[in-house]
């Protein structure tokens, strides 16, 4: 039985051309800045995200500590989405590790933080309060139906934090999600940011690995917060590799999954005791809920697996589901096929 694997576009496996390149990596020390293909796709990286330098992490979650680790010293608040992966999904890793403060604002249906919320946690200058630092904002915003953030909202973010002395850090875990969706450059989004974490090894099927970008000092401060963590990796080029692979060949590509993820949501709003709104899907990420009495998430998820299905059950009613390289449309026909079954059981 073929499995069509919905649960997480981490499932991408490496494709042809990023196994040869890995294989055929040159490489060297890289903790000495001397693994030629890193180097590369710093470069790469730092060019298509409109930055001066950019660092090799082992992980998303890597790349956003690091980043709040170079903003922020102890004591130092952040302002980011209660839904934000950084602060629900990243064991507290500025907290627990940098004894940095996170202070949340509520996320909209589309994953922005309102301008007057982020106005109003800012603190002022007073001996009770920690000193505001960073806001974080996630683009595409994974909790929030994968919703890209556009240019006119990073751009009044942008204001706000250039009028309180602030910087702003971009979870772009799926940052070329969100630009494949809008029409957009990668470095448009990114303009407003003073850093800026991509992910390597969701929709671009890297194996491993996410990238940050920011100027030469962010980055300099970055790569300190990575070695203390113990993330410095010596002949990473072969991983860096597939990474290369990803930005020249994966990225159109993503508007495949998009256009998978709106026939899914689509198919679905058309089945009784599913809600999901079609319209709110943009990317590769969908959530829907299960309105039918006496079926959980849990049993949903369990009955479609048996018909090779998997998707995610994340909450009292929800279910989520994510297109990615190795999904087809035809995929997603079967999808609904078995779905509709086990729904009208
Ligand atoms: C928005 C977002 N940020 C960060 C991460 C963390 O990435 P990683 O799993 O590589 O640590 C994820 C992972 O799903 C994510 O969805």
Known sequence: MRIIDLRSDTMTQPTESMRRAMAEAKVGDDVFGEDPTVNRLEEMA?????????????SGTMGNLVSQLAHCGRGDEIILG???????????GSAAVGGIHPRTVPNQPDGKLALEDIEAAIRGDNIHF?????????????LCNGSPLDTDYMKSVGDIARRHQLKIHVDGARIFNAA????????????????VSFCLSKGLAAPVGSVVCGTKDFINEAR??????????RQAGVLAAAGIVSLNEMVERLAEDHANA?????GLAEMPHI????????TNIIFFDITREGIKPEKFVQEIDAAGIRMLPVGAQKVR???HYHITSEDIDQALDVISKVMSK
């Open 224 to 233: 300190r917060a990575r070695k203390i963590l113990g993330g410095g990796m």
């Open 275 to 282: 809600s999901i709104n079609p319209d709110h899907i943009h």
């Open 82 to 92: 209660g839904q934000a992966h950084t602060f629900f999904f990243e064991q507290g």
């Open 180 to 195: 494949v969706a809008l029409g957009v450059k990668p470095k448009d989004l990114a303009a407003e940011a003073d850093s």
């Open 46 to 58: 730092a060019e298509r995200l409109g930055k001066e330098a950019a660092l090799f992490v082992t």
């Open 321 to 323: 589901a994510v297109t």
């Open 130 to 142: 920690p000193k505001t630092r960073l806001i974080i904002l996630e683009n595409t915003h994974n």
């Open 262 to 266: 709106k026939k899914l949501a689509k």
